[in-house]
C-alpha cells in the first residue's frame, strides 16, 4: 500500500511550483478541530489539534504544532522545519516566519466557491490578521482557490495508483457479488452481501458513513435516491441497479452496475432490458471516445445526455459526471448541463479522475439502467481505471437454496 506521505510529498512539490508561478510567497493552512479538509490532502494529518502549515515559494515545508503533534511531524521527514509551541506561541511563531520571508502575498484558503478551499474560520483569520496588523493583512491577502482546487483535482502519480487499486477492489466485490445473489433477496439483503465483501477486503463504504449501506434499487420499487429496503424483492425477470462507492487508503471509487435475473428456462434477458442497459453502456462509450483535456464539463455533458435521448429515452436530471477522489463527489469540474451549476464551466485538465454516470432513468413500470465507470483524463483522451460493464449482467435462475 503507497504510504499517504508520498501524496503529501507530491502535493508540497507542487505547491512550491504553483506560489513561484503566481509570485505568492507563502500559503499558510490554519485549522483546529479539522476544519480544513485540506489538511488531509496536503499534509496526511488528521489532528483536531491547532495546527499551522506555511509553505513558500522557495520550497520550505514548515509546520507549527503541539509538541505530541510536532514529534509526529517531524518523524515523517516531509518537513524542513518544525516548530513546537501551544496557545498564544501560534501567532508568535507565524509572525516570525512572515517577517523571516518578507512576506509580500500571502495565500489564505477562503472561498466562496467550494467548501473544499473554504477551510479558514473566520475566527482563525481574526487572529492571523491580528499577528501582522489588519491593514497589512489587507495588502498582502490572496485567496488560495486557483491552486487549491488544482490540487484536489489533478492526481499525482501516488494518488492514481491509490485510485486504481480502489477500482479493481470496488469490481471485485462486485465480481463477488454476481455469485453470491439470487432471487428472493431484498435490496437490504443484497446490501449487507456487499458489506460482507468490504469487510473482507478492510474496507469500508465511502459516501455517507462508513456503515451506510450502498444504493441498491430495484427499479418497480423507483428509483429515486433513496436507502434499500425490506419491500422490494428481486424476482425473476427484474433488473437491479447498484451504485457503489468504497474507501481505500484514504481514497474513493464511484462505479455502478445493472443487472437482470433471468426466468426459469430463460437463457438471456429481453430486448427492453438490453436495449435500456446498451443504452447507458452506449452512453459511458460515446463519452469516453470523446472526453479530453480542455473540455469544458458541460460539452462532456452534452455527450452522453444526446446519446441517451438518442436511444429513446428520456434525458436524466443528474450530471454525466463528476470528480472522484478524496470524496465520491469531489468537488471541481463537473460534467453537468450548461445552464446548471457553475461548476459545469470549469476545463478538464491531464490527470483528473471522473466517475462517467449518463443514466436511463424512467418511471418504476419501465427499465432504467446506471452504468458507471471510472476514467483518468490523459493527454489527449482518457484511460478506464475501473473494469467496465459491456453488457447487461444476467444472473442465473437459482432460489439460495443450492448453496
Known amino acids: 500500500m503507497i504510504n499517504r506521505n508520498e501524496v503529501a510529498r507530491e502535493k508540497m512539490q507542487r505547491a512550491a511550483q504553483?506560489?513561484?508561478?503566481?509570485?505568492?510567497?507563502?500559503?499558510?493552512?490554519?485549522?483546529?478541530?479539522?476544519?480544513?479538509?485540506?489538511?488531509?490532502?496536503?499534509?496526511?494529518?488528521?489532528?483536531?489539534?491547532?495546527?499551522?502549515?506555511?509553505?513558500?515559494?522557495?520550497?520550505e515545508r514548515i509546520a507549527v504544532a503541539v509538541p505530541e503533534d510536532a514529534a509526529a511531524y517531524e518523524k515523517t521527514?516531509?518537513?524542513?522545519?518544525?516548530?513546537?509551541?501551544?496557545?498564544?506561541?501560534?501567532?508568535?511563531?507565524?509572525?516570525?516566519?512572515?517577517?523571516?520571508?518578507?512576506?509580500?502575498?500571502?495565500?489564505?484558503?477562503?472561498?466562496?466557491?467550494?467548501?473544499?478551499?473554504?477551510?479558514?474560520?473566520?475566527?482563525?483569520?481574526?487572529?492571523?490578521?491580528?499577528?501582522?496588523?489588519?491593514?497589512?493583512?489587507?495588502?498582502?491577502?490572496?485567496?488560495?482557490?486557483?491552486?487549491?482546487?488544482?490540487?484536489?483535482?489533478?492526481k499525482t502519480p501516488s494518488e492514481i495508483e491509490i485510485m486504481k487499486e480502489c477500482s479493481r477492489i470496488t469490481t471485485d466485490i462486485y465480481d463477488s457479488l454476481f455469485k453470491r445473489i439470487h432471487v428472493g433477496l431484498s435490496e437490504v439483503d443484497v446490501a449487507k452481501i456487499m458489506m460482507e465483501e468490504c469487510e473482507k477486503r478492510n474496507v469500508v463504504t465511502a459516501f455517507g458513513n462508513p456503515p451506510e449501506y450502498p444504493l441498491v434499487l430495484?427499479?418497480?420499487?423507483?428509483?429515486?435516491?433513496?436507502?434499500?429496503?425490506?419491500?422490494?424483492?428481486?424476482?425473476?425477470?427484474?433488473?437491479?441497479?447498484?451504485?457503489?462507492?468504497?474507501?481505500?487508503?484514504?481514497?474513493?471509487?464511484?462505479?455502478?452496475?445493472?443487472?437482470?435475473?433471468?426466468?426459469?428456462g430463460e437463457e438471456h434477458a429481453p430486448q427492453d432490458v438490453v436495449d435500456c442497459a446498451n443504452a447507458a453502456i452506449g452512453a459511458?462509450?460515446?463519452?469516453?471516445?470523446?472526453?479530453?483535456?480542455?473540455?469544458?464539463?458541460?460539452?462532456?455533458?452534452?455527450?452522453?445526455?444526446?446519446?441517451?435521448?438518442s436511444c429513446g429515452f428520456p434525458p436524466f436530471p443528474h450530471a454525466t459526471g463528476h470528480q472522484v477522489g478524496l470524496e465520491v463527489h469531489d468537488g471541481g469540474t463537473s460534467l453537468g448541463m450548461k445552464t446548471g451549476r457553475k461548476s459545469s464551466q470549469g476545463v478538464l485538465r491531464k490527470n483528473e479522475?471522473?466517475?462517467?454516470?449518463?443514466?436511463?432513468?424512467?418511471?418504476?413500470?419501465?427499465?432504467?439502467?446506471?452504468?458507471?465507470?471510472?476514467?483518468?483524463?490523459?493527454?489527449?483522451?482518457?484511460?478506464?481505471i475501473s473494469k467496465r460493464q459491456t453488457a447487461i449482467i444476467e444472473i442465473p435462475y437459482r432460489t439460495g437454496e443450492e448453496s
Request: glycine share 8%; proline share 3%.
Open 218 to 264: 430495484n427499479p418497480k420499487g423507483g428509483m429515486s435516491h433513496r436507502d434499500p429496503n425490506e419491500i422490494n424483492i428481486c424476482e425473476p425477470g427484474d433488473m437491479l441497479v447498484i451504485d457503489f462507492s468504497i474507501r481505500y487508503n484514504g481514497y474513493t471509487s464511484d462505479i455502478a452496475r445493472t443487472m437482470y435475473f433471468l426466468k426459469p
Open 353 to 384: 479522475i471522473y466517475a462517467l454516470e449518463p443514466t436511463v432513468l424512467q418511471d418504476r413500470d419501465k427499465r432504467s439502467a446506471i452504468i458507471e465507470d471510472n476514467v483518468l483524463l490523459t493527454d489527449d483522451g482518457c484511460v478506464l
Open 18 to 59: 504553483m506560489l513561484t508561478e503566481r509570485g505568492i510567497d507563502m500559503w499558510v493552512f490554519y485549522a483546529r478541530l479539522k476544519t480544513d479538509t485540506a489538511l488531509e490532502l496536503m499534509f496526511n494529518t488528521d489532528t483536531q489539534n491547532e495546527v499551522l502549515f506555511a509553505l513558500t515559494a522557495g520550497g
Open 284 to 309: 459511458v462509450g460515446a463519452v469516453m471516445e470523446k472526453i479530453r483535456p480542455g473540455m469544458k464539463g458541460y460539452e462532456v455533458d452534452e455527450i452522453g445526455r444526446n446519446y441517451i435521448v
Open 77 to 154: 521527514g516531509l518537513y524542513t522545519r518544525v516548530i513546537p509551541t501551544q496557545g498564544e506561541g501560534f501567532m508568535a511563531e507565524f509572525k516570525k516566519l512572515f517577517d523571516e520571508f518578507q512576506v509580500k502575498s500571502l495565500a489564505i484558503n477562503d472561498s466562496t466557491d467550494d467548501t473544499r478551499c473554504d477551510g479558514l474560520t473566520v475566527g482563525l483569520f481574526k487572529k492571523l490578521e491580528k499577528a501582522v496588523g489588519k491593514e497589512t493583512m489587507a495588502q498582502v491577502k490572496r485567496c488560495s482557490y486557483e491552486m487549491l482546487e488544482e490540487l484536489r483535482a489533478v
